[in-house]
T-cell receptor, first 112, second 115 residues
Framework: DTGVSQDPRHKITKRGQNVTFRCDPISEHNRLYWYRQTLGQGPEFLTY????????KSRLLSDRFSAERPKGSFSTLEIQRTEQGDSAMYLC??????????FGEGSRLTVL | AQTVTQSQPEMSVQEAETVTLSCTYD???????LFWYKQPPSRQMILVIRQEAYKQQNATENRFSVNFQKAAKSFSLKISDSQLGDAAMYFCAYRGRGATNKLIFGTGTLLAVQP
């Protein structure tokens, strides 16, 4: 197991387009988190899954954002009708129930 | 709501010297965890050290140690014998005892290590 992997690592898109990011957590981890990190800021919590259930969503997660974790394995984060303010690094992390979070390298989104 | 504040946007240290990064937090909870994470350029965030609030003893991991002052809500990180590989962004983070285990991060301190 090589840790949390995210794809794509970089995405450049035009305003108004839809984008989707994928996260593959560490295989035995049942908890999965999405964070957003903008330049000069710390990561901000977006949403949390325990197995396939989405148990918490931040108010940062507008209606244009949707996250899924079918079958409790990989997760996807989709952003519809992207805006320039969506430009950020999107981080995925996973953990077991005991709690230490392991992060992926992130997916960097640039909206032109 | 809980908040985490890192008041030092950038710090610099000479190789082999010691540096201390500051962090304060605000919470009404009595039981929680505190963490320092390291984020090297273009690399994933990794855990450096963790502290459980109910433990009075300060956590230590090799060259990394913390000064946890619960009453003052302060949680500083000391890096001894600094190495070039310590250069990175360092984030202080808080986690309550809630069900989600989500972390609340500070804004980070960029540490430069001078040879």
């Amino acid at each position: 197991d090589t840790g949390v992997s995210q794809d794509p690592r970089h995405k450049i898109t035009k305003r108004g387009q839809n984008v989707t990011f994928r996260c593959d957590p560490i295989s035995e981890h049942n908890r999965l988190y999405w964070y957003r990190q903008t330049l000069g800021q710390g990561p901000e919590f977006l949403t949390y899954f325990q197995n396939e259930a989405q148990l918490e969503k931040s108010r940062l997660l507008s209606d244009r954002f949707s996250a899924e974790r079918p079958k409790g394995s990989f997760s996807t984060l989709e952003i519809q009708r992207t805006e320039q303010g969506d430009s950020a690094m999107y981080l995925c992390a996973s953990s077991s129930h005991t709690g230490e979070l392991f992060f992926g390298e992130g997916s960097r989104l640039t909206v032109l | 709501a809980q908040t985490v504040t890192q008041s030092q946007p950038e710090m610099s240290v000479q190789e082999a010297e010691t540096v201390t990064l500051s962090c304060t937090y605000d919470t009404s909870e009595s039981d929680y965890y505190l963490f320092w994470y390291k984020q090297p350029p273009s690399r994933q965030m990794i855990l450096v050290i963790r502290q459980e609030a109910y433990k009075q003893q300060n956590a230590t991991e090799n060259r990394f140690s913390v000064n946890f002052q619960k009453a003052a809500k302060s949680f500083s990180l000391k890096i001894s014998d600094s190495q070039l590989g310590d250069a990175a962004m360092y984030f202080c983070a808080y986690r309550g005892r809630g069900a989600t285990n989500k972390l609340i991060f500070g804004t980070g301190t960029l540490l430069a290590v001078q040879p």
